[in-house]
């Protein structure tokens, strides 16, 4: 089992450029998050789902859209980037939140210059 | 509410030292409380968690206290090891809600 699984794992952007990064998970968890890393920040979510079909956003998630067609996958979309939005992307995912045991990628580092 | 306050943002220990971290929240709601442990270019991954009817849990060298009344829960490395060198994040969270609130990391060095 891979578990999840992040690409690209790096990416240089210039402003106002779009991309997705990806994320596959194959623990057949129901729940999945996105949370962005920054140097003395901790994790802040940007985007989560608890199902195929229903996403809901989570404390950041001005400048990014996500969708959920799949259980298996959570796709993260830039659309417009910015230099505010160079950070590490972190997927992860949960089979019950009431343990809140989440499972990461390895990340995703994203520069916008 | 939401937030998880964590200190120190850095901690440096000798060898075979305790290591302490701290964390203190408000939202009364929040009813687990889980440690993880972040090496450099991975992601987090569960070290100890802890629920709050009791105060205290430990595994290995691993030692979580948890103070209610006070609303704060610390993690003990005990004989910490230079293996142990590596970010650690506090978080919390509530039944009613569908997420984790993290603190904000610990970067933990154990000197050899």
Redesign the interface.
């Known amino acids: 089992n891979a578990g999840v699984t992040q690409t690209p794992k790096f990416r240089i952007l210039k402003i106002g450029q779009s991309m997705t990064l990806q994320c596959t998970q194959d623990m057949n968890h129901n729940y999945m998050y996105w949370y962005r890393q920054d140097p003395g920040m901790g994790l802040k979510l940007i985007y989560y789902s608890v199902g195929a079909g229903i996403t809901d956003k989570g404390e950041v998630p001005n400048g990014y859209n996500v969708s959920r067609s799949t259980t298996e996958d959570f796709p993260l979309r830039l659309e417009l980037a910015a230099p505010s939005q160079t950070s590490v992307y972190f997927c992860a995912t949960n089979r019950d939140t009431n343990t809140g045991e989440l499972f990461f990628g390895e990340g995703s580092r994203l520069t916008v210059l | 509410q939401q937030q998880v306050k ?1 200190s120190p ?1 850095s901690l440096i220990v000798q060898k075979g030292g305790i290591s302490i971290i701290n964390c203190a929240y408000e939202n009364t709601a929040f009813d ?1 409380f ?1 440690w ?1 442990q972040q090496f450099p ?6 070290l100890i ?1 802890i629920r709050p009817d009791v105060s205290e849990k430990k595994e290995g060298r691993f030692t979580i206290s948890f103070n209610k009344s006070a609303k704060q829960f610390s993690l003990h490395i005990m004989d910490s090891q230079p293996g142990d060198s590596a970010t650690y ?1 506090c ?1 919390a ?1 509530s ?1 009613s ?4 609130t ?4 610990t970067q933990l060095t154990v000197l050899p």
């Open positions: 964590q943002q687990y889980p993880y270019g991975k992601g987090p991954a569960l968690a994040f978080a969270s039944r809600a569908r997420q984790l993290f603190g904000s990391g």
